[in-house]
């Protein structure tokens, strides 16, 4: 699979978004991260902004509010106050 993180974004409320992709940048309180195959384990903080990623070329992005993110064998779970698709 080309496609080998699994990104879920997802609220309180039920909103979220779940895909594959290759890569994800999340915006944190120091910047942004980005995470690629293979990133060690984590646990962050997330600020308001633009969570963007690609799948096989294409780029997307979600619009996202404060919360948290953890990294583990290439999975990236985001649990945030709000998500908004772009």
Same mark, same amino acid.
């Given at each position: *699979?080309? !496609? ?5 974004? !997802?609220? #309180?409320?039920? @909103? $979220? /978004? =779940?895909?594959?992709? @290759? ?6 309180? /120091?910047?942004?991260? $980005?995470?690629?195959?293979?990133? +060690? @384990? *984590?646990? +962050? #903080? ?5 969570? !963007?990623? &690609?799948?096989?070329? =294409?780029?997307? &992005?979600?619009?996202?509010? =404060?919360?948290? #993110?953890?990294?583990?064998?290439? =999975? ?11």
């Amino acid at each position: *699979m080309a !496609s080998d993180i699994h990104l879920s974004v !997802s609220t #309180a409320y039920g @909103d $979220g /978004f =779940e895909s594959y992709v @290759d890569y994800v940048r999340l915006p944190t309180p /120091f910047g942004s991260l $980005g995470v690629l195959r293979g990133h +060690c @384990d *984590m646990l +962050c #903080a997330v600020s308001p902004g633009l969570v !963007s990623y &690609s799948v096989q070329g =294409e780029r997307g &992005s979600l619009e996202v509010g =404060e919360g948290v #993110a953890t990294v583990s064998n290439n =999975e990236v779970i985001l649990l945030v106050s709000s998500i908004k698709h772009e």
